[in-house]
């Protein structure tokens, strides 16, 4: 994982010289995104800075305000539509011809993002990535499962070609080819590796048996890598899949403006490798209420600002994710290795407020997953109006396990809602249902239903 000429085990020491790094990127980067006057230099005017050099030091960059966010996002996409046929947006950096890669986010909530390469921007990308294979174990010349999502999805296509960039062999077959296909590829390829959603890897654990008559640890896989959703960092999800799969597998999340980032394969998570401190300052931290930038140090808590450090294209820069990390900075317990590392808290627009009581859906989810098998671990959260308010309780819809009686479910019921209280001080109203109730999907499981009474 030594990719940064740092020689020290002091976690300010680390910060330090990350630092100094990034401010020299930065530096350049900010005189570089000053040429767009159709978006980021009005930012720049509007939060004061009348020229590159007002900002004299990593600080006076960290007080800006965000200039990003992914409804300004949607907003510039359609304002470069109007005003120039295109939807790469205004906060576009280069010539438009000079955008030769698009992937995008899913969309499911409205307008989909768009994340724009150039063709250095594609480069470094493929650097990032293959960074996070080699954690995985993934060697040239592997054959390599894709059944992610092959929409312009980042996990889609960009991986593809990163794989290949890297010298493994994607089969790409995705997720739309529904899990009876996917075993048989599966069979038919043999590959040692497999890139799937946590939900996606359950479908193929639960229905292997079925469709080819033999367990998932009797196929050739050995290294799952997931992302998309929360899970996969989870013990009891990396235990299953040691178990069920005979597989190693490691969480990850990368792709976009040079992030990367990746557990090792610890039998507990302890976060996420930082893979991209050189191209991407991915844990700038602010307070979710007040905006205001944190100290950043081991421990600390907050949402992330995203910025890429050389990014040609349509760059994040000062971008407000929603996402909420825990940094860790130090000696992971699981691997030894030394550097900083992002717990994924939850989002910001996904927070849950309860009584005062703040709450992230990831964090319910992994209580429940401390109950399988006796629960089969899918869950909804069903709300009478959007969050963050709820008023309580928070009725929690789970699936019973596959072997657990109907008779267990009123005390399971109670069990569950009194570690809920325990760990995240407040109590839902929990509702058991039988197995397989809850629609399975390969793609991201929305584990928010919001219907109106």
């Given at each position: 994982?030594?990719?940064?000429?740092?020689?020290?085990?002091?976690?300010?020491?680390?910060?330090?010289?990350?630092?100094?790094?990034?401010?020299?990127?930065?530096?350049?980067?900010?005189?570089?995104?000053?040429?767009?006057?159709?978006?980021?230099?009005?930012?720049?005017?509007?939060?004061?800075?009348?020229?590159?050099?007002?900002?004299?030091?990593?600080?006076?960059?960290?007080?800006?305000?965000?200039?990003?966010?992914?409804?300004?996002?949607r907003d510039s996409q359609e304002a470069s539509l109007a005003r120039y046929d295109h939807?790469?947006?205004?906060?576009?950096?280069?010539?438009?011809?000079?955008?030769?890669?698009?992937?995008?986010?899913?969309?499911?909530?409205?307008?989909?993002?768009?994340?724009?390469?150039?063709?250095?921007?594609?480069?470094?990308?493929?650097?990032?990535?293959?960074?996070?294979?080699?954690?995985?174990?993934?060697?040239?010349?592997?054959?390599?499962?894709?059944?992610?999502?092959?929409?312009?999805?980042?996990?889609?296509?960009?991986?593809?070609?990163?794989?290949?960039?890297?010298?493994?062999?994607?089969?790409?077959?995705?997720?739309?080819?529904?899990?009876?296909?996917?075993?048989?590829?599966?069979?038919?390829?043999?590959?040692?590796?497999?890139?799937?959603?946590?939900?996606?890897?359950?479908?193929?654990?639960?229905?292997?048996?079925?469709?080819?008559?033999?367990?998932?640890?009797?196929?050739?896989?050995?290294?799952?890598?997931?992302?998309?959703?929360?899970?996969?960092?989870?013990?009891?999800?990396?235990?299953?899949?040691?178990?069920?799969?005979?597989?190693?597998?490691?969480?990850?999340?990368?792709?976009?403006?040079?992030?990367?980032?990746?557990?090792?394969?610890?039998?507990?998570?302890?976060?996420?490798?930082?893979?991209?401190?050189?191209?991407?300052?991915?844990?700038?931290?602010?307070?979710?209420?007040?905006?205001?930038?944190?100290?950043?140090?081991?421990?600390?808590?907050?949402?992330?600002?995203?910025?890429?450090?050389?990014?040609?294209?349509?760059?994040?820069?000062?971008?407000?994710?929603?996402?909420?990390?825990?940094?860790?900075v130090g000696e992971c317990p699981g691997c030894g290795h030394f550097g900083a590392r992002l717990?994924?808290?939850?989002?910001?627009?996904?927070?849950?407020?309860?009584?005062?009581?703040?709450?992230?859906?990831?964090?319910?989810?992994?209580?429940?997953?401390?109950?399988?098998?006796?629960?089969?671990?899918?869950?909804?959260?069903?709300?009478?109006?959007?969050?963050?308010?709820?008023?309580?309780?928070?009725?929690?819809?789970?699936?019973?396990?596959?072997?657990?009686?109907?008779?267990?479910?009123?005390?399971?019921?109670?069990?569950?809602?009194?570690?809920?209280?325990?760990?995240?001080?407040?109590?839902?109203?929990?509702?058991?249902?039988?197995?397989?109730?809850?629609?399975?999907?390969?793609?991201?499981?929305?584990?928010?239903?919001?219907?109106?009474?």
């Amino acid at each position: 994982m030594n990719y940064l000429d740092i020689d020290t085990r002091d976690p300010d020491e680390y910060l330090a010289a990350v630092d100094a790094l990034r401010w020299e990127k930065l530096k350049k980067q900010i005189r570089y995104v000053w040429t767009n006057t159709d978006y980021f230099r009005p930012r720049f005017l509007e939060a004061g800075v009348s020229a590159p050099e007002d900002i004299r030091s990593l600080a006076d960059f960290r007080r800006l305000p965000a200039f990003l966010d992914k409804a300004r996002h949607r907003d510039s996409q359609e304002a470069s539509l109007a005003r120039y046929d295109h939807p790469l947006g205004l906060h576009l950096t280069t010539a438009p011809e000079n955008a030769i890669h698009l992937a995008a986010t899913s969309g499911t909530t409205g307008t989909p993002t768009f994340y724009v390469f150039s063709k250095k921007d594609l480069e470094t990308t493929y650097i990032v990535l293959g960074r996070m294979f080699q954690v995985a174990g993934i060697r040239p010349g592997d054959t390599v499962f894709h059944a992610f999502g092959l929409s312009l999805w980042l996990a889609g296509i960009t991986f593809v070609q990163a794989l290949e960039a890297y010298g493994a062999r994607p089969v790409a077959v995705g997720a739309e080819g529904g899990v009876p296909k996917i075993l048989r590829y599966i069979e038919l390829t043999r590959p040692r590796v497999l890139f799937a959603t946590p939900s996606m890897v359950k479908q193929l654990i639960e229905r292997a048996p079925k469709e080819l008559g033999k367990p998932a640890a009797a196929l050739s896989i050995r290294v799952i890598g997931c992302c998309g959703e929360p899970g996969a960092s989870q013990p009891l999800f990396r235990q299953l899949v040691r178990e069920e799969f005979n597989a190693q597998v490691f969480d990850f999340m990368g792709g976009a403006w040079h992030n990367g980032c990746i557990t090792c394969d610890a039998k507990e998570a302890h976060g996420m490798h930082y893979m991209a401190e050189d191209y991407c300052y991915r844990y700038d931290l602010v307070n979710p209420e007040s905006k205001a930038p944190l100290e950043l140090r081991d421990g600390v808590v907050g949402e992330a600002i995203h910025t890429a450090l050389e990014y040609e294209a349509a760059p994040a820069f000062r971008n407000a994710t929603g996402d909420i990390f825990r940094l860790h900075v130090g000696e992971c317990p699981g691997c030894g290795h030394f550097g900083a590392r992002l717990e994924i808290l939850g989002r910001a627009d996904d927070m849950l407020m309860i009584k005062g009581v703040k709450a992230y859906p990831a964090a319910i989810q992994k209580v429940v997953h401390e109950f399988r098998p006796r629960l089969s671990g899918e869950l909804r959260i069903r709300l009478f109006a959007p969050p963050p308010k709820v008023e309580p309780p928070l009725r929690l819809v789970v699936e019973a396990g596959e072997h657990t009686p109907e008779s267990a479910w009123p005390e399971l019921a109670r069990a569950l809602e009194q570690r809920v209280r325990e760990l995240l001080t407040f109590r839902p109203a929990v509702t058991l249902l039988p197995f397989g109730s809850l629609p399975r999907s390969g793609a991201k499981t929305k584990l928010i239903e919001v219907t109106p009474c």
